[in-house]
């Protein structure tokens, strides 16, 4: 018996035969370039930037080192709920280094902003999402510090944040559909890698942020990476 392989591409197409779906090359397009650039792209520049910023802040590290002993292998979704200070760490990676750095809104009627500047249809509106992560009026005088715990209650649980102030997955109806999974990925990844290795910039790599629609390091990260002891 043929065996199917099933892609997400193709279940698209198939859904326009089967569900009389409108769906257009331009659709299609679209929908596999977003697949592609959301899915990959955004994934690698967060952990790229994530162990830079752990070498940077050593204590960091050790504190989510600790949090990992009490917990069992990273593959357990449940347990991988539970490790609030390395979700903290993430969130304050993606706050000053978001992968993706800037928003292209456009209305489709007159509408005023929220600054009472009054803006008229196919107006192109940048939002700067890089530069929001880093305003003393958003997240205080303390925004250009790397520090998890502003993410953390008093209570140990992780702190909400409305999604227009944490810009990093959109916000409102454009909410990154996959803002759970890609957590999952980032924290699996990162759980794996911190538990079992130490990763270390090489000395003198220049890091710099690359521009383009992705929030890559201009010259990547060259580290050094030596297997830890089991604990």
């Known amino acids: 018996m043929e065996r199917r392989i099933f892609d997400l591409l193709s279940s698209y197409m198939d859904q326009e035969n089967t569900q009389g779906w409108e769906i257009d090359d331009k659709l299609l397009r679209d929908t596999v370039l977003n697949l592609m650039i959301a899915g990959q792209d955004t994934t690698a520049s967060a952990l790229t930037w994530l162990f830079w910023l752990l070498s940077k802040n050593p204590s960091v590290e050790a504190k989510i080192r600790e949090e990992l002993q009490t917990t069992e292998p990273e593959s357990d ?8 200070y390395l979700h903290a760490a993430l969130c304050e ?26 803006v008229e249809p196919n107006t192109k509106i ?26 953390i209650s008093e209570n140990g649980r992780i702190k909400y944040e409305p999604s227009y102030k944490f810009f990093a997955f959109n916000a409102g109806p454009r909410t990154c559909l996959g803002k759970q999974v890609a957590f999952t990925q980032l924290k699996t990844t990162a759980a794996a890698i ?21 929030l890559r390091m201009k010259h990547g990260l060259m580290v050094r990476v030596t297997k830890r002891g089991y604990y």
């Not at 979704?77 to 609030?84: A, D, P, S």
């Not at 911190?194 to 992705?214: K, L, M, T, W, Y």
């Open 93 to 118: 990676s993606l706050r000053l280094y978001p992968p993706v750095p800037f928003q292209l809104k456009t209305p489709i009627k007159t509408d005023i902003l929220p600054s009472g500047h009054e």
């Open 194 to 214: 911190i538990r079992n290795f130490d990763v270390q910039v090489i000395e003198g790599h220049s890091v710099a942020p690359s521009a383009s629609i992705i």
């Open 126 to 151: 940048v939002l700067l999402t890089y530069s929001m992560g880093r305003m003393k009026r958003v997240w205080g005088k303390d925004c250009l510090e790397y520090k998890p715990e502003r993410w």
């Open 77 to 84: 979704i449940e347990k991988l709920n539970k490790l609030v």
